[in-house]
């Protein structure tokens, strides 16, 4: 189980969050939802220890520093330099750096995993483009077929179904599902509301801090996302005219 | 002009030419192989400043009498120290911390080195005097190429995902502080290497130009770097032998050999050069 303890994280002296404690689960795709600011990217990020931020996160007891090779991060695709000089093959082929360690090439059980990654979402015949070369959503699954080669116990990934097309949100979410069938530990930073009771075993509702988590039946109400949103949402999310 | 068959029967005669031949062949490799690093982790401008930031180290160096690789590097590190400490403890961005680091190494530099020695030795670092190399300095820029290649070949997986995808590298643990700091240090070597073929001024040139023409010729990394080093390499064959038979001074002949280069690359390169693109528009119009 990923245990998030009293975490907190401010940037420029202002909190986006203060203590937040959570556990994610084994086995269940978990949605983080709310509004633009309410710090799910950072929650991800200060978990990962990728930001300052005080307080812990173990997975199973231990400190998420000692076994960051369990843990499989898709980030955001737009800080990245896509004329960069790399192959699909080789980014799918770095998610075995890890493990690898310093010094260490990548041999042949390495290439067979990243291979194999490509074939599950569909990308083999692209493995010697150049990343700049793919669609969003080709793109967007090169680094879920990385998150595949790292063979992590927990994977989280960042607004993954930004601006690709159906085809690959429809793969890339089967792969989810294999993941949560294999008992992995999977958390989604999200943002399309409409597809959350589809998508999701569990929601995390954010708005600097946490507004609830559960099960998505129970948790996804009218009630909580108008917390969140701090709008009443019900016409748009839940089919009801507003304030009925 | 002097025929390119005198100057081969010049360099099989005069030591002094082979030792400038060979130390400018080396220092093309390096930063070859070092630039297509800096500019693909968009650090131009911090190549710019390191090899600036050395010159007061070199003026320590001479005036205590040790090794200047060691002066220089010092000082590059100390530079590079600074620039990240004023960029991440204030609101100013990291060019800005750079402009105000490197400026003020180099203006220290300049006064050390102007109160240490004559004006002449002042401007062969500035500018370079490769003709001037002697058995020492061959041996020392040897050792670093030869540093150079086995830190990027026993690093290279780690230099190649912090270069493309950081948060990536430091997701799965990686020290990517050590990486950015190891790769600092050997650019100081490299700029110390190059101190005497092109000079303080225009190493940065031959950090970024060559890595850029090979960066217009091929999509992988590998073929960059071997590209990048041969252009390197190529340029200052080439410059040498313009600045020997022209007698201009080695180092802006170099950098000018590279640059006529990268300017054909430009135009003529596959994938991205102008000529290409023309083909993609008319293709579009068709």
Redesign the interface.
Known sequence: MLQINDLTVAYSNVPVFTDLSVNFSPGKITGIIGPNGAGKSTLIKGTLGLVRRSGNATLNGTAINRVRQKIAYVEQRAALDLTFPISVFEVVLTGTYGKLGLFKSPGRKEKELATDALKQVNLSEFKNRQIGELSGGQLQRVFVARAIVQQADVVILDEPFVGIDMKSEEEIMNVLRGWRDAGKTIIVVHHDLNKVAAYFDELLIMNHGVIDHGPVATVYTQENMARAFSADLSAVLFNKRAGA | MTSIVEFLHALGHYNFLQSALMAAIMVGIMSGIIGSFII?R?MSLMGDAISHSVLPGVAVAYMLGVNLMIGATTFGVIAALLIGFVASNSKLKNDTAIGIVFSAFFALGFILISMAESSTNLHHILFGNVLAVSDSDLLSTFVVLAIVIVFVF?????L??T???E????????NTSIIHYGLMIILTLVTVSALQTVGIILIVAMLITPAATA?LW????V??LFVSSGVGAVASIVGLYLSYTMNWASGPAIVLVAAIIFLISFVIAPKQGILAKLGVKNVKKA
């Open positions: 693909l968009g026993a690093l290279f997986k780690e190649q995902i270069s493309f995808d948060v990536f590298a430091k997701s799965y643990g990686l960066f091929t999509n992988r990394l073929y960059m």
